[in-house]
């Protein structure tokens, strides 16, 4: 048996078994955040770009602007833009996190400084 950092009952000799479950838990955390309307990743993300917009279109026109219906249907238009692209990360990238060919270094391997890392746990 290969122990990948001293010997059992280290939890280094789980590693591979538990990995699996750690990138479940990212996977179903990260897909929760985005969420439209409640996630906390889409929450910060729209209101952020809102507040942005809002500012800039204040300094440098006036405060009617703001509430331009043309202008909201834009801003509501650039929301709708950046649901679908976080809806196309989710499906892509967060649905194949660790499962790619070049993610092989960041998820298969145990460099020695997580490894220590890992060891500091009864």
């Given at each position: 048996m290969d122990y990948i950092c001293g010997n059992p009952p280290s939890i280094c000799h789980y590693l591979d078994h538990i990995k699996q479950r750690i990138v479940g838990r990212i996977q179903r955390q990260l897909k929760e955040h985005t969420i439209p309307g409640r996630g906390l990743l889409f929450h910060l993300l729209s209101e952020s770009a809102k507040e942005?917009?809002?500012?800039?279109?204040?300094?440098?026109?006036?405060?009617?602007?703001?509430?331009?219906?043309?202008?909201?249907?834009?801003v509501n238009d650039l929301?709708?833009?950046?649901?679908i692209s976080m809806d196309s990360w989710v499906s892509n990238d967060v649905q194949e996190l660790c499962d790619r060919p070049e993610q092989e270094d960041a998820c298969n391997s145990w460099d020695d400084e997580i490894i220590d890392e890992i060891l500091k746990w009864p």
């Open positions: 942005s917009i809002q500012k800039v279109l204040i300094e440098n026109g006036n405060s009617r602007i703001p509430r331009d219906p043309s202008v909201m249907a834009y929301l709708s833009k950046a649901i």
